[in-house]
């Protein structure tokens, strides 16, 4: 069904407060503010991509409503709420739908192995959004408060990084957060698919570059 700007607006709205209440008790990194952080930075790469506006906007508010990284690992329970939430206001069908293969491609994890991707328009904008927030300063703190959440150690020069992960070893991956940073967050500025987070994305891949030269030269201790 067709909506016009008050009915979009109240969906928008309902839809912020489900999340909200939905991540009250959420890791820091995933949690509500992940999400406004997601839905600023879609909204940013909209206005220079020819989408969907409201299949961006609910898939960027819905995309980590469970993520399966606290879920044991199912990525079926987050498509299923975002699912079920949306048939609840009424949501047409093609654009529940559109939601919820947005929110079953977005992870990093899709891209190793050979999962057939689903691919839309929308889907490269809400992918751009919380890849964006997965680097920079922000990206470095939440990499660091999930890893202290999962009693990881900052860094063992013995344990080497693993390039080129496959999708189960980047999912069960325990090794200290430093790693994480060349299995994928240096590997993100690569993988944007807009101009406009390809742009962003540069000016925070030198920050984490930055940091972690810093981090090595602290490693030691005083000289």
Known sequence: MSRNKEQHKTLINKTKTFVKQTLANAEGGHDWFHTLRVYHNALLISKTETVDILVVELAALLHDIA?????NGNDTIGPKMAREFLFQLNVDSKTIEHVVKIIENISFNKSLGNDTLFISEELKVVQDADRLDAIG????A???????FKNRPLFNPEIKPILNMSKTEYKTSAAPT????????????????????KQ???????????FLE??????????
Not at 142 to 148: I, L, P, Q
């Open 67 to 71: 993520d399966s990284k606290f879920h």
């Open 137 to 140: 300063a922000i990206g470095i």
């Open 142 to 148: 939440r990499a660091f408060n999930y890893g202290g």
């Open 178 to 197: 430093i790693n994480h940073f060349y299995e994928k967050l240096l590997l993100l500025k690569d993988k944007m698919n807009t101009k406009t987070a």
């Open 200 to 210: 962003i994305a540069k000016k925070r891949h030198a920050f984490m570059l930055h």
């Open 214 to 223: 810093q981090f090595y030269d602290e490693w030691d201790g005083l000289k």
